[in-house]
């Protein structure tokens, strides 16, 4: 996590409507032939998570509303399960996007709706 660099870095969010304070930020270490050792910066690459949400038949302006509180509502989770001191300031949800996909588990003709949520730590993935 880093603060944000602007030209590199998304500094505002649209679906928070808030600016950005920390940004993942991939370092893959490693050397040149030569031997000379390096450090690659990767920005701009949030992590994600696919849910299927409860409702599926919603249309946009209500899948607008459910996903702004779905987020908050896992920033308050996440929030309580990490004892974070200031818990009204610290976001952890990125955005949450709409996506029509097949479920990878058994058949399914049809596309269904999923939510992909990103986040800003990819330590949260695993939590």
């Known amino acids: 996590m880093a603060k944000p660099e602007p030209g590199l870095d998304i500094v505002y969010s649209d679906f928070r409507c808030c600016e950005i304070k920390q940004v993942p930020v991939i370092r893959i270490f490693g050397s040149t032939k030569e031997g000379q050792k390096a450090c690659l910066h990767i920005h701009n690459v949030f992590p994600y998570l696919l849910i299927k949400p409860f409702k599926s038949s ?14 908050n509502q896992i920033d308050k989770i996440l929030n309580v399960a990490l004892c974070v001191k200031d818990p009204l300031s610290t976001q952890h949800v990125f955005k949450i996007k709409p996506l029509y996909t097949k479920s990878m588990y058994g058949y399914h003709e049809n596309d269904t709706l999923f939510l992909k949520i990103y986040l800003f730590n990819p330590a949260i993935v695993k939590k």
Not at 58 to 71: G, N, P, R, S, V
């Open 58 to 71: 919603l249309d946009m302006d209500e899948l607008a509303k459910y996903t702004f509180e779905f987020a």
